[in-house]
């Protein structure tokens, strides 16, 4: 025996899925832009990094120059695309920033890229950047000199070396 859904049915239904799909849509866009308010203000100094050869390193080793901070991956293709044009850039600001790449991944492979590109890049391990909330790569933070994060970069850069670093000018100026 078929049952037959009439027009009445099917509309209550349908509108019932329709403001599930909306309420779903809407709480977790809700979630992505309090997961970024909460990146955008993440305090990098509470992570541990370590450099490739194991030592801890802090960033406050790096105060009294404006520091550029990626987070990035060997196996992400848009942080491997934009690290030729970061190190152009270095090569525009490397009086006033230091640039540093930090992975979560195994050192030992960390170690194989950055032998194999030799990029003007202080490449450092944090084993937990994922669980402080930053769980997307490329993400990029601009520290003052005195550490402070002054500016989040959530996406990849694009553009030119001088239009880049141009912006990094900007941004400490600010």
Not at 94 to 108: A, C, L, R
Not at 138 to 167: C, M, R, V, W
Request: aromatic share 14%.
């Amino acid at each position: 025996m078929k049952t037959k859904i009439n027009f009445k049915t099917g509309l209550i239904t349908g509108s019932i899925l329709g403001l599930l799909l909306v309420a779903f849509g809407y709480y977790t866009f809700q979630n992505m832009i309090e997961k970024v308010d909460t990146i955008s203000t993440l305090d990098l100094h509470q992570l541990t990094y370590q450099n490739l050869e194991g030592e801890k390193i802090e960033l406050s080793d790096f105060e009294g120059k404006h520091v550029l901070v990626n987070f990035w991956a060997t196996w992400c293709a848009p942080c491997i695309k934009e690290f030729p044009i970061l190190n152009e850039t270095y090569d525009l600001v490397k009086g006033d920033f230091v640039f540093i790449v930090v992975s979560s991944e195994d050192t030992d492979k960390i170690k194989k890229f950055a032998n194999a590109k030799p990029y003007n890049f202080v490449y450092l391990k944090s084993n937990n950047f994922i669980l402080e909330g930053i769980t997307t790569v490329p993400q990029t933070f601009i520290l003052d000199k005195k550490g402070n994060n002054i500016y989040h970069h959530p996406t990849i850069f694009e553009g030119n070396a001088k239009s880049i670093a141009d912006s990094l000018y900007r941004w400490i100026k600010n």
